[in-house]
């Protein structure tokens, strides 16, 4: 059974700094990317960064320039650094693992930590 425990998140104020993290556990994992989803009030869950067992990392370009994802592949765990943080970074930010399964690839995620960004 895979878990993911998140962990980071808070309350800042506008223009300040949190680092979310990750820990991913289970049996025989094959990950192939680790990411972070987030999901806002009202609104629908959206893509925020993903890396790849590459290292290979894409961002959305709401939060480009602003986060940087990493990740440290022995012990299983992705990271997301936030600077620069507005109020619409507001939200419940999920970590997102795929692993390959025999043939397919599959999706899991976290319970969600929440960051407030207050203006």
């Known amino acids: 059974q895979v878990q993911l425990v998140e962990s980071g998140g808070g309350v800042v104020q506008a223009g300040g700094s949190l680092r979310l993290s990750c820990v991913v556990s289970?049996?025989?994992?094959?990950?192939?990317?680790m990411g972070w989803d987030r999901q806002a009030p009202g609104k629908e869950r959206e893509l925020v960064a993903t890396?790849?067992?590459?290292?290979?990392?894409e961002y959305s370009d709401s939060v480009k320039g602003r986060f940087t994802i990493s990740k440290d592949s022995a012990q299983n765990t992705v990271y997301l650094q936030m600077n620069s943080l507005k109020p619409e970074d507001t939200a419940v930010y999920y970590c997102?693992?795929?692993?390959?399964?025999?043939?397919?690839?599959?999706?899991?995620w976290g319970q969600g930590t929440e960051v407030t960004v207050s203006s």
């Open positions: 289970g049996k025989d994992l094959r990950i192939i990317s």
């Open positions: 890396i790849t067992s590459g290292r290979s990392a």
């Open positions: 997102k693992v795929g692993i390959l399964s025999l043939w397919r690839i599959n999706d899991y």
